[in-house]
Nanobody, 118 residues
Framework: QVQLAESGGGSVQFGGSLRLSCAASTRISEFVTMAWYRQAPGEERELVASIVNDGSTDFADSVKGRFSISRDYFKNTIYLQMTSLKSEDTGVYYC????????????WGQGIQVTVSS
């Protein structure tokens, strides 16, 4: 069973930065896509950023220019670098990975809290 473990969350002031990590228990090259989602209280989970195995990335409009996503194959880890944080970035951040091999399987991390205070 693949496990994804998020770390790096916490509390930060408005305008601050955080870097989230998502460490996989297997080689991340086995995933066609890895992504970060977030869920604010009372809201649906939403896509924040994704990275495909060809290196292409995608971001929610609300975080473009402030967040970046990257990966380290040696550490089997992806990162979400968050800068210029706003209160609306507050939420639980989840890591998601989708396998490239059949049967296609999606895994989720347990989530990590990010709180931005003004």
């Amino acid at each position: 069973q693949v496990q994804l473990a998020e770390s790096g969350g916490g509390s930060v002031q408005f305008g601050g930065s955080l870097r989230l990590s998502c460490a996989a228990s297997t080689r991340i090259s086995e995933f066609v896509t890895m992504a970060w989602y977030r869920q604010a209280p009372g809201e649906e989970r939403e896509l924040v950023a994704s990275i495909v195995n060809d290196g292409s990335t995608d971001f929610a409009d609300s975080v473009k220019g402030r967040f970046s996503i990257s990966r380290d194959y040696f550490k089997n880890t992806i990162y979400l670098q968050m800068t210029s944080l706003k209160s609306e970035d507050t939420g639980v951040y989840y890591c998601k990975a989708t396998t490239s091999a059949w049967p296609v399987t999606t895994y989720w991390g347990q989530g990590i809290q990010v709180t931005v205070s003004s």
